[in-house]
């Protein structure tokens, strides 16, 4: 039977987003801590679960029904020009059968009265990935169960203490939406904040070796959270393996009194003359860019998002 599996409901100021994918059936996932071999079945067989390509889905919201179709990816969307205070009521049906709803992480995300907010990376932004690498990457995805995934110390500093007044955190990565469980697997297991996951659709595993993923997603993503969020200003955080920099230094362009603070991570001892450019023309555009590594002085950061925290009123 058809399962959602992922869904988010996500509300700003006056509009709300309603992401989600639906797959023909649910794949096989373990929960709690396990092993090796868990970790690896869980992962290949989420590549050979399929989605629910191209269908009729009825969204059943606050009683007011919504008719979408899934893509080519088995994932759907539909914005609102309304914001949900409280956690909406809903329902979604396929064929007359009322689909599960199969997520142990939080579905609606409302917008808080925080006037800062956080737009973060997660492949070696809160978590190691080796993005770089692709063998690495393979193995720590493949080998090391969410559980035992290593954290980057000060972007979960950082983001705890922001967090520690209710605050809109969003998570928008290049991931494939396959890896969703494990995600938020991650953030509940480290204690971060459980931001809205903004993943990339569900892939199977033809697709993957391929690399069919939206060229401009992530940019597209931040645009819409920061024009539907006049009542905000936002800290971002990335890494050097991908294209943050880049996006960041667009963004930045584009709303140049949203953004506060970019923290950039550096991932390798040395940047290639095409990265240093990237992150030279970052720090031009935007003088508060910290490019940190595990020599940064976490507690000098620490107090200057404190320092900044205190001068918004919440």
């Known amino acids: 039977m058809a399962v959602v599996w992922k869904l988010s409901i996500i509300s700003l100021q006056s509009k709300s987003l309603i992401k989600g994918v639906i797959l023909k059936k649910n794949p096989f996932y373990k929960r709690g801590e396990f092993g090796v071999f868990d970790n690896l079945n869980m992962l290949i067989k989420s590549y050979f679960t399929s989605p629910l390509k191209n ?28 914001s949900f205070k409280t956690k909406p009521k809903i329902i979604i049906w396929f064929q007359n059968i009322k689909l599960n709803i199969n997520q142990n992480y939080p579905v609606f995300f409302k917008n808080e009265n925080s006037k800062i907010a956080v737009i973060s990376d997660i492949d070696d932004t ?20 969410s559980h035992k995934r290593e954290t980057i110390l000060l972007t979960q500093k950082l983001l705890n203490l922001i967090n520690k007044n209710p605050t809109n955190v969003f998570y928008v990565s290049k991931s494939e939406s396959n890896l969703f469980k494990t995600l938020y697997s991650f953030i509940s297991k480290n204690n971060l904040p459980k931001g809205a996951l903004l993943l990339t659709p569900y892939l199977n595993f033809k697709q993957l070796l391929h690399g ?59 940047l290639n003359k095409q990265k240093t450019t990237l992150l030279k023309k ?12 595990e020599s940064t002085d976490l507690k000098l950061e620490l107090k200057e998002v404190e320092d900044l925290l205190m001068s ?3």
Not at 61 to 76: C, I, N, P, R, S
Not at 282 to 293: C, G
């Open 55 to 82: 269908s009729d889905i009825r969204i059943v919201l606050e009683d007011k029904d919504y008719l979408v179709v899934t893509d080519a990816y088995g994932m759907f969307e539909l914005k609102l020009d309304i």
């Open 126 to 145: 809160i978590l190691v990935s080796h993005t770089a690498n692709t063998l690495m990457r393979i193995g720590v995805l493949s080998l090391v169960p």
């Open 212 to 270: 069919k993923k939206e060229k401009d997603f992530k940019l597209n993503t931040i645009e819409f959270i920061l024009k539907n969020s006049p009542d905000k200003k936002f800290i971002l955080f990335g890494d050097d393996t991908q294209k943050d920099m880049e996006i960041y230094a667009t963004i930045v362009k584009l709303f140049p009194n949203k953004i506060e603070r970019i923290y950039i991570r550096q991932t390798v001892k040395r």
């Open 282 to 293: 970052l720090k031009e555009a935007f003088f508060a860019t910290i490019y940190f590594n």
């Open 312 to 314: 918004k009123t919440f």
